[in-house]
């Protein structure tokens, strides 16, 4: 049931990810549903899709972790209907926290935003 990617959620963004190498991939084409102003769509809607990407790059390796801290740069407008490619990496490691990156790219290219969030690993023994 997860929002981003849980294929059962009626109102989730039904993102599949797929981990290979180490980089975690997925796509998302934005409806009408999913708008912040006229054409354009929300940068929340932007935001979770970045936070999941980086977030999957952990739970695809079955490491249990959550967002401790997460920044975005928003670069360009996405306008609905637009698909955007996610990407999202390791970029270091310390004992229980995790930096991680990501991006959201057009076809063509385009950096439409970019994150960077501090995820904590669970401790052992802990669900």
């Not at 360009?76 to 990407?87: E, H, N, P, R």
């Not at 229980?96 to 970019?114: F, P």
Request: proline content about 2%; charged content about 20%.
């Amino acid at each position: 049931m997860c929002f981003a990617c849980g294929p059962e959620n009626p109102v989730g963004l039904h993102i599949r990810f797929v981990l290979a190498e180490g980089i975690c991939n997925g796509e998302f084409r934005p409806t009408v549903n999913h708008v912040g102003y006229e054409n354009t769509v929300h940068g929340g809607i932007i935001f979770s899709a970045l936070d999941d990407v980086m977030a999957n790059v952990l739970y695809l390796q079955n490491i249990k972790a959550h967002t401790a801290r997460c920044e975005i740069r928003y670069r360009q407008a996405l306008a609905v209907g637009d698909t955007i490619f996610l990407k999202g990496w390791i970029e270091s490691r310390r004992k229980r926290l995790v930096l991680l990156k990501g991006e959201a790219r057009l076809a063509d290219g385009t950096l439409i935003a970019d994150s960077e969030a501090s995820f904590m690993t669970a401790q052992a023994g802990s669900s």
